[in-house]
């Protein structure tokens, strides 16, 4: 697998950019990090879009 450079700051923007996403569309983004982390490993990759911050419904 090859190695992707990906420098500390783009990293940030990328964080930022999300949590920005989930704001506007109304989220908690500690509720959001919290329950994508506990989502992801069971998830199958067939359903990854479900956790997009612009697609993503807290569980209930």
């Known amino acids: 697998m090859p190695r992707i450079n990906i420098s500390p700051?783009?990293?940030r923007l990328s964080?930022?950019?999300v949590a920005r996403r989930l704001r506007f569309n109304g989220h908690d983004v500690?509720?959001?990090t919290k329950e994508v982390l506990e989502?992801?490993?069971s998830l199958s990759a067939s359903r990854i879009r479900e956790l997009l911050p612009h697609c993503w419904v807290p569980a209930t």
């Open 9 to 11: 700051s783009e990293i």
């Open 15 to 17: 964080l930022d950019a």
């Open 30 to 32: 500690h509720t959001y």
């Open 39 to 41: 989502r992801l490993p």
